[in-house]
């Protein structure tokens, strides 16, 4: 990617970014975020990737405090513990648990897979929160740049591990949930499929825009497949916003200097942020609803070329090829 063409994506993402504040700023000022309210959800298992920090510690400790036993999943061991202790503490809840998960790794993704699996436990949410924003160019264990292979690849060879036990778990009038955070990034983002690991060229802001933008392609195919097949499994995106975590050291330093002044006033916090996916996991409005894209707790329309089912398709096939998965898709439709 040429710097013209890297600096022309580095501010369209700033732009959106830009835009999301002030909005999210007027409406704080006009009426402010009100925390959505729903009652226990005992006897449920729910899994959230990248839940010991920022938006998906939030959402760990929010379905917690409705009953259910959260899994975090997540590579950072030396706070796990006291991650643990605190949601427990905070939320009167002893099934909260810490299981290890590189999603950098597909090795680690399997064996997180095969760990959770021998306990035996249904599996009712999926939040597929982690991810990285705006690193430098670095590639995962398997060779993939480091967006496309924690915040999209991983998710997919995740959820696709674990659809088997989400179906199982899953009834009529109960449906399992897949929730996949992605950000408002993606109406920038552009899917180049004979380039998806930016090799050719490199723009973090590029590489993390495509890898948002991917996430909603897939949960909009994988949504036409569970429909296909009749399962009691939903799948919806959610979309934060633009919230006050650690994500931003990679970022413009502009953008560093408003966080660190008027962050505590324009960005969510970590708990507003989480509200749209627990709301995406549990809320009786969306009961066998799947194919949503939300931001604050509402249907929202994403980019267009997301609706645009060859485009997904296409996502689906190489993302297949890529981790070993066998790819269902004709045999699911008849073609």
């Known amino acids: 990617m040429s710097p013209l063409s890297a600096a022309r994506a580095a501010l369209r993402v700033y732009a959106v970014g830009a835009a999301l504040i002030v909005a999210q700023l007027v409406r704080r000022c006009v009426r402010g975020f009100v925390e959505p309210v729903f009652s226990p ?30 899994i975090i999943a997540g590579n950072n061991d030396s706070k796990a513990q006291d991650v643990v202790r605190r949601i427990k503490e905070d939320t009167l809840n002893d099934q909260v648990e810490f299981l290890y998960c590189d999603l950098a790794s597909m090795r680690s ?32 264990e398997d060779g ?28 009529p009038g109960r449906s399992a949930r897949v929730v996949t955070v992605s950000s408002a990034t993606h109406y920038v983002g552009e899917l180049n499929l004979d380039d998806l690991q930016s090799s050719t060229s490199y723009s973090a802001h590029a590489a993390y825009a495509q890898s948002k933008l991917a996430l909603v392609l897939f949960t909009y195919h994988l949504q036409a497949l ?51 996916s627990v709301y995406a996991a549990v809320t009786p409005a969306l009961e066998g609803l799947g194919g949503r894209y939300l931001y604050n707790e509402r249907e929202t329309r994403s980019l267009e070329a997301t609706y645009d089912p060859e485009l997904q398709r296409q996502l689906w ?19």
């Not at 993939?144 to 009834?171: C, P």
């Not at 966080?259 to 507003?272: A, C, I, N, R």
């Not at 190489?318 to 439709?333: A, H, K, M, N, Y």
């Open 41 to 70: 959800q005992p006897n449920r298992v729910a899994i959230v990737t990248g839940g010991t920090d920022g938006i998906g510690y939030s959402t760990a400790k929010h379905l917690a405090k409705l009953g259910i036993h959260v």
């Open 109 to 140: 993704i399997r064996e997180f897979v095969q760990t959770f699996k021998m306990k035996k436990l249904p599996l009712h949410v999926l939040v597929n929160n982690a991810g990285v924003m705006m690193v430098p160019q670095r590639t995962t």
């Open 144 to 171: 993939f740049e480091e967006h496309f292979g924690v915040n999209y690849l991983g998710h997919f060879l995740l959820t696709n591990l674990l659809l088997d036990t989400l179906q199982e778990s899953g009834a």
């Open 226 to 276: 569970l429909s296909a097949r009749g399962v009691p499994v939903t799948a919806s995106v959610a979309d934060p916003g633009v919230v006050d975590t650690d994500l931003y050291r990679h970022v413009f330093w502009g953008t560093r200097l408003v966080k660190k002044l008027l962050g505590w006033w324009v960005f969510k916090t970590p708990d507003e942020g989480a509200w749209t």
């Open 317 to 335: 096939a190489r993302s297949c090829q890529l981790t070993g998965i066998t790819d269902v898709t004709r045999e699911t439709f008849g073609e």
